[in-house]
């Protein structure tokens, strides 16, 4: 019985090809989105989380010398002292950075370096290996050493023990730095002491760009999931479709005694049997897509980092598991309600080839209800929400329930149009349109996502690079930048640089803490550098003199956020007390920042003294000073930074980081595009009973093609004018809500019409490409085909 | 002459090779007249209703409508006749699903320009429809929708009326009402009508009957 009841299902995809078409690629290209962003994803974490372990590097405090490389004795004498300190030898082998560490002395974190079988760990202790992954070991050069791959590595780096690396390096007796253990005997003396040449370096709080990746990460997480619920939507259309077509079948099966619960059964295993072929094909597909988008990504974590990260691949066992569970997962989703009104449809119920669409204009009601439902939430969470969780729940809700009421809206003004037709062409043509909305309504709500995404992710690519491009001015305003190695040789380059430049800007900090949030104090010179580029967010009137009076200090936006600081409030800095008169935005600074004046500054902290200049110069003389500076004060090139070199690499890191946006705008927009070219042509079939009649009153199949193109570019329109201001939203809520979440600061929102222009002109292009074919289809259908119509032989 | 059919030619390419549905047929009829079509099923007489309302292209042969050979025309010539000269009744209504019962009614006249509100006023009076005009099809029943398609036929004033069992899927007693009444409207609009029917009694109240068999007329009555 099973085998006769699968067969008879499974007849209907034989003899409807372009269905099981539509629904297998629908299912294939929402896997492979996701798949490909989330391999994406991983890959590039991977790669910087193994770089980031590996190597310990910002987490821990470190040891120089100021003189070059730290003789080992000098760190025999510190372990003697009580110094909880592990050496790191370091250098370049072929090309390729070689670090050797010291697995007995390293802090935990460190040398984390895969399989933690104890195996690594004794041969890094008893015999030189080299640890690099495959690829890495296969371009260094001969060597002596034994070579051991390992996939959990970064790219272009090998490991190895310290007496290993220093062999290979030619540092015989050498160390290049040493890690410093978070937790030191509190008996030990002090480094000055022990290595008066040495300097503690305290760990990073953080890369400043590093937590726009993070917003980078973020977004593509959120592209994958948007791609995946536009396919999803084609999907829901096309198992609907299938499943109103074989409802005369299933009648006559259940009328001949074939079980209900069978027959969902059934239903439910040929579904899991196309979805996981499906997910298959998608999984493979957003391989190639993920392939195809990481030299970009990989490109970027390396102009971030500074860091090689895996420009390929490795196919991962786990991509498979989750996209084959995300395509079946997605089809429960998307047949649910289908298989629901199966098992509630009575034995008797009438096969209605356009039950379909009829179905969704009977829900219409509970489909407004919910998407208002919808609506009133994503208001109340981005009102009373807080938290990145809610700032989610607030863009699924705005999506979903702006997808919901579009049908809605959409009939709305469609059925006044046809109130207010002047021809009945025209009143055919609209009242045409609304009764082919239940059948396109799922595909145009997939256009209204994706585009909604395209505007969305567009404002805030582009408001996060003009505030990225202004933020630039702000803080690196000064022509060039000087880091002198010490206080005396600071005093005498500020003397020097004085009779040669516009101004020299001192740069001097401290850290404190802050209302208990770990803060830098900045000391500046009254100037106006300051005054032109660092924008207030808010602020008292004139706030800058007053801050230049020693009145008052101006903090960062997340220190206001995360201690709840108001313009007016006070702070304290080293026990004195400040009225907060200014809020800047700082974008990318994960930790708090105050200004204060250069005088209260060195009254503050009387210890520090600037070792960095901001050099306000003409730009023309920039390189001139530089080579001045190497020959008179023997600086190298880490001591002085030219801003316009520095300007143009941060913004092309920046353009290329969204390079890869940019082309999954494009790939939604294309998946969009086919859910409504499938569409139009599921319903050119079912479209021919209603345009016979019209072609019988006098209008040529030509022209009824014409108006089906019309009648997409129309939809494409409507869809895309309602798809600009939940968009405009979706841009906001991400800079205003999300942003704000995850990272403390808030971008400001900016509106690129000329963007929205063209991304509109590509949603019509997209439609009429979609509908070029449906129509052409149309118009070419042969009188006979249509008179069948009026012979009652359909 | 309103129509002017002669030698007629029409075959269809099948499983079995071509098959010849109409051969040589020839016939005429004049305004204000009307004629039945009567035949087996297979016989032709639907695809000749189809060619004569430029819904359809012979093979050979000529079909001229008001002096005019709609059988060389094209695609937008063909359904510039359908628009201005026939209006035709099909058995399954085929009305627009989309519009209401007055859009449906008054669609052909306002397609061809020749809109009159008054007389689609009277027409939906005397089709009992009135009651009817904000309502869309799906919303009728079989009889109503048959009256609506009658309606919209007649509301274009057309010269020459096409009605394919126009009564096929109504009981008796509607058919007899709704094929009173087109007759009457017929005559009153000064109009021809061409019927097609399996019926010997609705063909028996036509002026002149055709009997179609095998793609040949065979015999014509008076």
């Known amino acids: 019985m099973t085998n006769v009841g699968l067969l008879v299902l499974l007849s209907h995809w034989r003899r409807n090809p372009m269905q099981l078409f539509t629904l297998v690629v629908g299912l294939s290209l929402a896997t492979a989105l996701w798949s490909g962003v989330q391999a994406v994803n991983t890959e590039a974490r991977a790669s910087y989380d193994a770089a980031a372990e590996t190597l310990g590097e910002g987490m821990f405090a470190q040891i120089i010398a100021r003189t070059g490389t730290i003789p080992q004795e000098d760190f025999i004498a510190l372990r003697r002292a009580g110094w909880l300190v592990s050496p790191v030898v370091e250098g370049r082998l072929d090309g390729i950075r070689l670090i050797g560490t010291d697995v007995l002395t390293s802090p935990g974190g460190l040398t984390h370096v895969g399989p933690s079988d104890g195996k690594l760990t004794v041969d890094m202790i008893t015999s030189g290996i080299l640890f690099a992954t495959q690829e890495t070991l296969e371009r260094l050069g001969e060597v002596d050493v034994r070579k051991f791959p390992l996939s959990d590595l970064p790219p272009a780096v090998i490991l190895t023990d310290v007496g290993t690396a220093q062999i290979l390096l030619g540092l015989d007796g050498q160390i290049s730095r040493l890690i410093v253990a978070p937790q030191q005997p509190i008996t030990q003396p002090p480094l000055e002491v022990i290595a008066p040449n040495f300097e503690l370096i305290p760990p990073q709080s953080g890369s400043d760009v590093g937590r726009l990746t993070d917003s980078f990460h973020l977004n593509l997480t959120a592209f994958g999931l948007l791609s995946f619920v536009v396919g999803i939507f084609i999907v829901h259309g096309t198992i609907g479709l299938a499943l109103e077509q074989r409802r005369p079948v299933m009648r006559t099966l259940r009328a001949l005694g074939f079980p209900l619960v069978n027959l969902i059964a059934l239903i439910a295993f040929e579904l899991v049997g196309i979805s996981v072929l499906a997910g298959m094909i998608g999984v493979g597909l957003g391989y190639f897509i993920a392939a195809a988008l990481l030299p970009d990504v990989a490109a970027t974590i390396s102009g971030l980092y500074g860091q090689s990260i895996s420009g390929t691949l490795q196919f991962r066992p786990e991509w498979w598991v989750s996209g084959l569970l995300i395509a079946v997962g997605g089809t429960a989703l998307a047949a649910a309600a289908s298989l629901w009104n199966l098992a509630r449809m009575p034995l008797l119920a009438s096969a209605r080839p356009h039950a379909w669409a009829m179905q969704a204009r009977r829900s219409r009601l509970i489909q407004t209800v919910f998407a208002m439902f919808l609506l009133v939430a994503a208001c109340l969470l981005g009102w009373l929400g807080s938290g990145l969780a809610a700032g989610f729940a607030m863009l699924a809700a705005l999506l979903i329930g702006a997808a919901l009421a579009l049908p809605v809206i959409l009939d709305g003004l469609l059925a006044a149009a046809v109130r207010h037709a002047k021809s009945i062409i025209e009143e055919w043509f609209w009242a045409d349109t609304r009764q082919q909305l239940p059948g396109l309504s799922l595909a145009l709500m997939a256009l209204l996502i994706a585009m909604a995404a395209n505007v969305g992710v567009s404002t805030m690519v582009s408001s996060f690079r003009l505030t990225f491009t202004g933020f630039l001015d702000q803080r690196l305003a000064s022509e060039f930048y000087v880091y002198a190695d010490d206080a005396q040789q600071a005093a005498s380059l500020r003397a020097y640089l004085e009779l040669r430049v516009d101004k020299v800007l001192p740069i001097q900090s401290a850290n404190q803490d802050i209302r208990g949030l770990p803060s830098e104090i900045y000391g500046p010179i009254a100037h106006a550098t300051y005054r032109d580029n660092w924008l207030f967010l808010d602020a008292v009137p004139d706030a800058w003199p007053l801050i230049e009076a020693g009145q008052a200090a101006a903090i960062n936006e997340q220190l206001a956020r995360r201690a709840g600081i108001a313009i007016g409030d006070e702070i304290t800095i080293a026990g004195q007390p400040f009225k907060v008169f200014g809020i800047y935005g700082d974008y990318g600074n994960p930790i708090g920042q105050v200004i204060i004046t250069e005088a209260k500054f060195a009254a503050l902290f009387p210890d520090i003294f600037p070792l960095r200049f901001g050099v306000r110069m003409d730009p023309s003389r920039v390189t001139a000073l ?136 590509f949603a019509v292009a997209a439609a009429v490409i979609a509908a070029l074919w449906p129509a052409t289809k149309l118009a070419r259908t042969q009188p006979a085909d249509l008179l069948k119509v009026f012979a009652n032989e359909r | 002459m309103l129509l002017s059919v002669s030698d007629l030619h029409k075959s269809y390419a099948g499983p079995d090779g071509h098959l010849s549905v109409l051969r040589g047929v020839k016939m005429r009829l004049a305004r204000g007249e009307t004629l039945a079509l009567t035949g087996e099923s297979g016989s032709g007489k639907s695809t000749l209703l189809h060619i004569i309302g ?84 799906e919303q009728l029943s079989g009889g109503q929708q048959q009256r609506v398609a009658i309606a919209r036929t007649l509301a274009s004033k057309p010269a020459l009326i096409l009605a394919d069992e126009p009564t096929g899927n109504l009981d008796e007693e509607t058919a007899d009402k709704v094929m009173e009444l087109m007759m009457t409207l017929a005559i009153e609009t000064d109009c021809a009508l061409l019927l097609v029917t399996h019926s010997h009694r609705l063909a028996g109240r036509m002026g002149r009957r055709l009997h179609l068999r095998a793609g040949q007329i065979e015999c014509a009555e008076k």
Do not use: C
């Open chain 2, 54 to 137: 430029g819904l359809d292209q012979p093979d050979s042969g000529i079909v001229a409508v008001d002096g005019v050979d709609i059988g060389a025309m094209d695609d937008a010539g063909r359904a510039g006749i359908r628009r201005d000269k026939v209006g035709v009744v099909f058995q399954q209504f085929n009305l627009i699903p989309s519009l209401t019962v007055a859009s449906n009614i008054g669609f052909h006249a306002r397609l061809s320009g020749r809109l009159d509100q008054n007389w689609i006023k009277e027409l939906a009076d005397r089709l009992g429809l009135f009651a009817q005009l904000g309502k869309y099809p």
């Open chain 1, 626 to 761: 530089s080579l001045d500076l190497r020959k008179d004060f023997g600086l190298n090139e880490v001591n002085m930074i030219n801003q316009a070199g520095i300007k143009a690499f941060s913004l092309a890191v920046f353009d290329r980081t969204f390079t890869v946006t940019g082309a999954l705008n494009i790939l939604t927009l294309a998946v969009a595009g086919f859910a409504i070219l499938m569409s139009l042509l599921t319903l050119t079939t079912m479209r021919i009973p209603q345009l016979a009649p019209v072609w019988a009153q006098g209008i040529t199949r030509a022209r009824l093609g014409r108006l089906e193109i019309v009648r997409a570019v129309l939809l494409a329109l409507l869809t895309t004018a309602l798809a600009l201001p939940l968009g405009i939203s979706l841009g906001w809520t991400l800079l205003a809500v999300v942003n704000v979440e995850a990272f403390g600061w808030r971008l400001p929102l900016f509106l690129f019409p000329l963007d929205y222009a063209r991304l509109a002109a």
